[in-house]
């Protein structure tokens, strides 16, 4: 999970912030490297639990989705 946070914030860096502010400082960057981590954790939490409705397991509901994607043997 550290290396896809980390992926993100760099991703947001690099294609967003430096071509909208190319004069911005290695602070700034990191600032909102860090802001955007959080604000992807904060939309993952939140589709996780739309997604997870009532189940009460994360891999119950994993189980049974993959479940029905699998087709029916013959």
């Known amino acids: 999970m550290g290396s896809t946070l980390i992926s993100i914030a760099t991703i947001f860096s690099s294609d967003v912030l430096k071509p909208l502010y190319g004069d ?9 490297g860090r802001f955007t981590a959080i604000g992807a954790l904060l939309v ?3 589709c996780g639990h739309a997604l997870l409705g009532n ?3 994360a891999f119950q509901y994993i ?8 087709p029916a043997s013959l």
């Open 44 to 46: 993952a939490m939140g």
């Open 55 to 57: 189940s009460d397991q």
């Open 24 to 32: 911005a400082s290695k602070r700034l960057v990191t600032i909102v």
């Open 63 to 70: 189980q049974e989705y993959t479940a029905s994607l699998r």
